[in-house]
């Protein structure tokens, strides 16, 4: 016979069995998915695991100081037509970008061969934020004088990289969208071979530079534009060593308008003109069929050269400019 101490030992044992089986078959139903993942809360992340999560973000400085995006960001919306041209030069192709000018239009033609799966997000004037939400961006690139207005949005939907661009100082944008992307050593690259190409044009051109003057026009639909060094065309053909005309060398302006009155203000050995082809009515009834316009050196020697807007005017990126040096090339004969 067991004594009542024994006793009370014994089934005390066995009580304490019972309890570890009834948490042994608790467990396994929680792991067979008795219970919700709900029903316990999640651990606190750990420092190491934080780190983690961080490694795939970087910090870096934009138009409004530091800000974080990713290191290595896959799918892109660009907000510009330079950062367009920018980036599929860098050998990046974005999910989204805009048009220029209409919704309804396209991607410049001289990108038209990279462009192919990019989704239209607007125009560089109105981006359509809920298109650009739809994509799901990791990344998004705009400019700070088109976009400043929906900065606050655009930073709800993704990262925000944005550049300060001024029209002649287009290279900043460029190391800016290379820097967005994690590609400075490439942007640099890409400027260094566009100096290398002006470098031989002017070698090529030689003497004609400084003997040929240039006028660089805009028509528009009511008046013209004369685009100076201020400009991103004029930029380019400042750098290729162009002589401007007197009145218009050392403006402050970015453009200058002028009506048919102002003719001879465009009057050079060469013009180059690069207007859209929905603003030229006024350009040819208003300013070709004016007698003042046959008086203009460039007009009496057939040297009147009608290019391409999207490059010349809005192209605002490394591929148009390599472009305009092709342009400058052609018409200086060289």
């Known amino acids: 016979m067991l004594s009542s101490t024994a006793r009370r030992a014994f089934r005390f044992s066995w009580l304490i069995l019972l309890a570890a089986l009834m948490l042994a078959a608790a467990a396994c139903g929680q792991g067979s998915g008795g219970a919700s993942p709900e029903a316990s809360p999640s651990p606190e992340p750990s420092a190491s695991s934080s780190a983690a ?49 209409s919704v309804n239009a396209n991607f410049f033609s001289y990108l038209a061969d990279k462009t192919e799966g990019v989704e239209n997000t607007g125009t560089v004037d109105q981006p359509n934020l809920e298109t650009i939400a739809k994509l799901k961006p990791d990344l998004i690139i705009g400019q700070k004088s088109d976009h400043d207005a929906v900065h606050a949005d655009l930073k709800r939907i993704a990262p925000v990289y944005m550049v300060d661009m001024i029209s002649d100082k287009w290279k900043d944008s460029v190391l800016g969208n290379a820097d967005a992307v994690n590609k400075r050593a490439e942007g640099e690259r890409l400027i260094a071979e566009y100096e290398a190409k002006i470098a031989k044009f002017k070698e090529d051109a030689g003497d004609k530079l400084s003997k040929l003057t240039v006028s660089l026009i805009r028509p528009r639909a009511d008046h013209v534009r004369i685009y100076t060094d201020g400009s991103f065309s004029g930029a380019v053909a400042k750098e290729a060593g162009v002589t401007r005309p007197a009145n218009q060398a050392g403006v402050a302006e970015h453009n200058v308008s002028i009506t048919e009155e102002q003719i001879a203000e465009m009057d050079a ?48 990126g490394i591929q148009a400019a390599n472009l305009m040096v092709d342009d400058l090339i052609r018409i200086f004969g060289v």
């Open 269 to 316: 050995d060469l013009i180059l003109s690069f207007g859209r082809e929905t603003e030229a009515e006024y350009f040819e009834n208003k300013i070709k069929k004016n007698p003042l316009w046959a008086t203009l050196k460039a007009v009496q020697n057939n040297q009147v050269h009608m290019l391409d807007w999207e490059v010349w005017l809005s192209g605002q």
């Open 53 to 101: 999560a961080d490694a795939g973000m970087r910090t870096v400085t934009d138009a409004y100081g530091e800000t974080t995006i990713p290191a290595d960001p896959q799918r892109i919306v660009v907000l510009t037509s330079g950062a367009l041209d920018n980036l599929l030069a860098l050998g990046v192709k974005p999910v989204g970008a805009p048009y220029s000018i």
